[in-house]
């Protein structure tokens, strides 16, 4: 720290008295004897300012406080112990040469002392900019600070060393609050691809080059990171609808882990290069998540990786599209053009500014990327609805079928059929209602309709590929089901047949994780409820529930009710009849 400068004037007066002292003589005739006297006499010394007249004047602006976005007003939502980043606007003005001064700021909660920091002796700018850090005084704010509400107050030259017109304006005060959010739960899934165009196969070990750039531009403060087994994966990448195929799997994997609906994500993790330096991606789709339900995947493409997953995790979080690039489905409501992001941020990550007009939404197809005021509340706001969810998910059936049509649900578009997948019973979420026009229906042996629930349609779509899925978790009733099936515009679009006479809901897949592997158990016996093999040629149709794979084959089945386990290894145990 640099010594403060001082002016100061030292008038020193200093009295000397010399005391004389007058002998006189006697009245006699002998010599008279003169003697003399000596004393020091010690003055203050009196230290005063130079007599001027100061024009010159310090004073605090503006507080700004960010950890990803801020507006001028401090608008944007502030998140408890996340990275924070204080920027004091002092403003010198009437100096010739820029003072040198300290800034000092408090922090209080309900009355009681935080503490305090102090920066400087630093030059003292005559305009501090948003767009210039090293215009203002930038503190870096203890985490014990960021949390509730904190009233913060800046002062320059509390000491009092530099002379001015007026030393009663040199404090701002504002008051900040803090909002606790839940840590996201962000599982990796590196994917193990077999190329079938080449039979080449690209893996890597799991690690995350995805999570630094989330805690930056996400509203969380701490991210949770789990590594899953590798999940095994044979097609061609290349083709649009292999995406779907491998999402649809993920989706699947999630849902009978976490629930459907789970506030964790899931994210598959594609490797590009393999071991021997050859790449099978020639360009295009570089991943796909679903807007609304948490599961999305992507390309490892190095330091890119973490704002690419951005994107995907934000379509996760409810976003669409900011209008850049030309993507589809634009969110029709982002308020900046061609999708800047409006307003200041920093990357408390690295302290790098970040210009509004010259970085881009990361929900666009332009960059580099950041996220705006607007996609930044539209995160917070998914991730604290997630937060106030119940904890515990209610057990439910799992509808599924692909192959459904968006648009608007009054269009006479009721008669695209959809292919109705298997029935799991799961614990999971009700998911949110949607304006997608379809419903989903469970029949008794009679025909008869036990009950029907709406359904959700879940949407994926970046330029290249796209997915549809069509999703219901309902409560599992006490009549028997035999049929489940799903409606458009009072049209069976498709449906699904669970077993014969007397054969109810009790005939869902229903799963528990175990210390040894994944149990199933179903219903009575008599109707196929699992395919599985050990050929590895036929691993493209395998299922990897939570490192227990289970892998289908068109030729050997497994019937009969009861139960059956997996081991963490693959492999089967337990009893069953062949």
């Known amino acids: ?65 960010f950890q990803t976005v801020q507006t001028a007003t401090n608008s944007v939502s502030l998140i408890a112990g996340k990275p924070a980043l204080l920027r004091v606007f002092a403003q010198a003005t009437g100096a010739t040469t820029p003072p040198v001064a300290e800034v000092t700021v408090y922090a209080q909660r309900g009355g009681t002392s935080l503490g305090s920091l102090t920066l400087g002796p630093e030059a003292v ?18 985490l014990s600070w960021l949390d509730g509400d904190v009233t913060l107050t800046a002062t320059i030259d509390a000491v009092n060393t530099v002379p001015e017109a007026d030393e009663g304006n040199n404090s701002h005060t504002a008051h900040f609050s803090f909002v606790d959010v839940a840590p996201l739960q962000l599982t990796i899934i590196p994917i193990t691809y077999t190329d079938t165009r080449t039979g080449q196969q690209f893996a890597d070990a799991p690690h995350d080059p995805i999570s630094d750039w989330l805690r930056g531009a996400f509203p969380v403060s701490r991210i949770d990171v789990a590594y899953h087994v590798p999940f095994a994966f044979s097609g061609d990448l290349r083709q649009p609808g292999e995406w779907q195929r491998l999402l649809d799997s993920l989706t699947t994997l999630w849902a009978a882990e976490v629930g459907i609906g789970s506030p964790a994500v899931y994210y598959g993790l594609i490797p590009t290069f393999n071991a021997s330096g050859a790449t099978w991606f020639e360009g295009g789709v570089s991943g796909l998540g679903w807007i609304g339900q948490r599961v999305s995947l992507g390309l490892d ?40 992001i409006g307003v200041y941020g920093v990357d408390t990550e690295d302290d790098v500014l970040l210009a509004p007009a010259a ?15 607007y996609t930044y509340e539209g995160l917070l706001s998914d991730q604290l609805s997630h937060s106030a ?38 614990s999971g979420w009700s998911l949110p209602a949607d304006d997608s026009g379809y419903t989903a229906q469970l029949l008794d042996v009679t025909g008869a309709i036990i009950a ?76 196929p409820c699992l395919l599985y093999t050990s050929d590895a ?20 089945s497994h019937h009969g009710g009861g139960r059956m386990r997996y081991r963490r290894d693959g492999r089967r145990s337990g009893r069953g009849t062949e």
Not at 125 to 142: C, H, M, R, Y
Not at 302 to 315: F, I, M, P, R, W
Not at 492 to 504: A, N, S, T
Not at 507 to 518: I, N
């Open 359 to 373: 970085n881009f939404d990361m929900m666009s197809y332009c960059g580099p990327e950041w996220v705006s005021d």
């Open 452 to 527: 029907t629930h709406p359904a959700t349609l879940l949407e994926a779509e970046e330029t290249g590929a796209a997915a549809r899925l069509l999703v219901a978790h309902v409560p599992v009733p006490d009549a028997a089901v035999t049929t489940v099936r799903f409606v458009r515009n009072g049209r069976v679009v498709g449906q699904r047949e669970l077993g014969g006479p007397d054969v109810g809901a009790s005939r869902a897949v229903q799963t528990t994780v175990t210390t040894d592997g994944l149990a199933l158990s179903w219903g009575r016996p008599g109707v």
């Open 125 to 142: 700018a005559a305009q501090p900019t948003a767009d210039d850090l090293n215009s203002t005084f930038n503190f870096e704010l203890p």
């Open 537 to 556: 040629a036929d691993e493209r149709s395998s299922v990897d529930l939570g490192g227990r794979r289970i892998i289908k084959k068109k030729n050997i």
């Open 389 to 426: 969810q119940s904890t515990e998910p209610s057990d439910g059936l799992l509808l599924r079928a692909t192959g459904a049509t968006g648009g608007d649900a009054n269009r006479a578009v009721g008669t695209s059929p959809v292919n109705v997948l298997p029935v799991y019973r799961l």
């Open 1 to 65: 720290m640099r010594e403060r400068p001082t002016r100061l004037l030292a008038i020193v007066v200093l009295l000397l008295a010399a005391a004389l002292m007058h002998l006189g003589s006697g009245g006699t005739t002998h010599a008279a004897a003169q003697r003399r006297a000596t004393q020091t006499v010690f003055m203050p010394a009196v230290l005063q300012r130079p007599a001027v007249t100061a024009t010159q004047d310090l004073t605090i602006a503006h507080l700004g406080l």
């Open 301 to 340: 493409v190095g330091v890119a990786t973490g704002n690419s997953a951005g994107h995907e995790l934000g379509h996760n979080f409810g976003r669409r599209h900011a209008p850049c690039g030309n993507p589809n489905s634009v969110d029709p409501h982002y308020p900046y053009p061609n999708a800047t």
